[in-house]
T-cell receptor, first 111, second 114 residues
Framework: QQKVQQSPESLTVSEGAMASLNCTFS??????FRWYRQHSGKGLEVLVS????GEKEEGRFTAHLNRASLHVSLHIREPQPSDSAVYLC???????????FGTGTRLQVSP | DAGVTQTPRHEVAEKGQTIILKCEPV?????LFWYRQTKIQGLELLSY????????DGGAFKDRFKAEMLNSSFSTLKIQPTEPKDSAVYLC????????????FGPGTRLLVL
């Protein structure tokens, strides 16, 4: 059964400093990976979708995927207090509709 | 404790039909979300209720998608009329709210529109 481990559980960074979040997944049978953000009291919003090894940038958000090391990361450039939220990585399992979510990282960006 | 339940698990509809999907949130949860999930787009928020009040109605999905929450333990999502592009998995999630944001997802309803 596929699993996704997310780290750290919580992270505090200063405004303008790079924030880095990580996910390690249990095997490579996945179509794609996504990073979602959830602000308090809001639904999930997609930040970045990445389908192949390498890097994918969407504005200030950059995802890195390395299937060989079973690792996907999210880097937030110049984070702002409004980026304070819970960040979830999600793995789409090949040949199924199944999506496995990580446990989330609570990011706090201090002014 | 029962988690989020959704029915039916699978639905096949012809173009133009009306379908209603059902969701029962975790007992005691204040927030309820409806999402559409596809391989290409990932999760897209359709509706969000807080204490049975509609807080967000998903913008682009307004015209044919209508979610209702008649009581705190039951919600429906109506798609009328259905189109082939609506084929997707529809997920319902609930969270305690009141500062506790973790969303608990149901198993989803897989919809195929022919």
């Amino acid at each position: 059964q596929q699993k996704v481990q997310q780290s750290p559980e919580s992270l505090t960074v200063s405004e303008g400093a790079m924030a880095s979040l990580n996910c390690t997944f249990s095997d490579g049978t996945s179509d794609n990976f996504r990073w979602y953000r959830q602000h308090s009291g809001k639904g999930l919003e997609v930040l970045v979708s990445i389908f192949s090894d390498g890097e994918k940038e969407e504005g200030r958000f950059t995802a890195h995927l390395n299937r060989a090391s079973l690792h996907v990361s999210l880097h937030i450039r110049e984070p702002q207090p409004s980026d304070s939220a819970v960040y979830l990585c999600a793995m789409s399992v090949s040949n199924t509709d199944k999506v496995v979510f990580g446990t989330g990282t609570r990011l706090q960006v201090s002014p | 404790d029962a988690g989020v339940t959704q029915t039916p698990r699978h639905e096949v509809a012809e173009k133009g039909q009306t379908i209603i999907l059902k969701c029962e949130p975790v007992s005691g949860h204040n927030d309820l979300f409806w999402y559409r999930q596809t391989k290409i787009q990932g999760l897209e928020l359709l509706s969000y209720f807080r204490s049975k009040s509609l807080m967000e109605d998903g913008g682009a999905f307004k015209d044919r998608f209508k979610a209702e929450m008649l009581n705190s333990s039951f919600s429906t999502l109506k798609i009328q009329p259905t189109e082939p592009k609506d084929s997707a998995v529809y997920l319902c999630a609930s969270s305690p709210g009141l500062g506790e944001d973790t969303q608990y997802f149901g198993p989803g309803t897989r919809l195929l529109v022919l």
